[in-house]
């Protein structure tokens, strides 16, 4: 029992780390990405590729279920940071206009996938249903670390080295989240996970204010 509650300790301290890593690498780039655009394609293209992004990203919401169940979570997180990777890796380095297209695109995409995964992982490891507010506000917390400090770090690095450099910059985070979840997690048993129909959902919220508050404020 003592080695149990022992190592799920261990796997929460992962996934807060894991947290921290993935909010710098997205807090450095957040705020400058429509800057960064900016030198290669106009304002109303980067709006459209904003709403294209966000709604590839719901799609893949809506399939998670099916990748999740079939491959699992260690690998599905694995694959989206491999593709979150290159995403930026070639922002950094690549400048063809086509090419900054799909980077973008796939990082607006993939990052609220990874984020979900993480959640996957904190409620597998959340042992007793009485310490989730205080597990989940310690997971937050090292989020908001990286937000704080990302936008910092980031001006730093673009007014001294230009803004290419902070994707570059950005995607070295990307390496220790690799290595963290993959040592952490991997004899990670996955649980099925139902498919939820979005009406439902919807539909489930009606009866549950404060619930149904949350969601919208987070959306």
Known sequence: MLQEIRTRRIKRFAVY????FLSFHYALVVYVNSSFLKQFL?????GVLY???????????????????KIGNLKTSIFLILFELVATFGMANI??????????LTHIAVIPLIYFSLDIFLEHE???ES????????????????????PILAGFIGKN???PKIYLFSSLFLFPLLINLSLAFRKY???????????????????????????????
């Open 131 to 150: 310490s989730t507010g205080s597990n989940r506000g310690i997971y937050l917390t090292f989020q908001n670390i990286a937000w704080i400090s990302g």
């Open 17 to 20: 780390l894991a947290g921290l």
């Open 126 to 128: 959340q042992g007793r």
């Open 42 to 46: 106009s304002t109303s293209t980067i």
């Open 189 to 219: 048993e996955n649980k099925l996970i139902p498919k939820v129909k979005i009406l439902d959902t919807w539909r489930s919220l009606k009866n549950k204010i404060d619930v149904k508050r949350i969601f919208l404020v987070s959306t």
């Open 95 to 104: 400048h063809n206009q086509n090419l900054l297209i799909i980077f973008f």
């Open 51 to 69: 709403i294209v992004g966000s709604i590839v990203s719901i799609f893949l919401f809506i399939q998670l279920p099916k990748i999740l169940n």
């Open 161 to 163: 080295f230009g803004l």
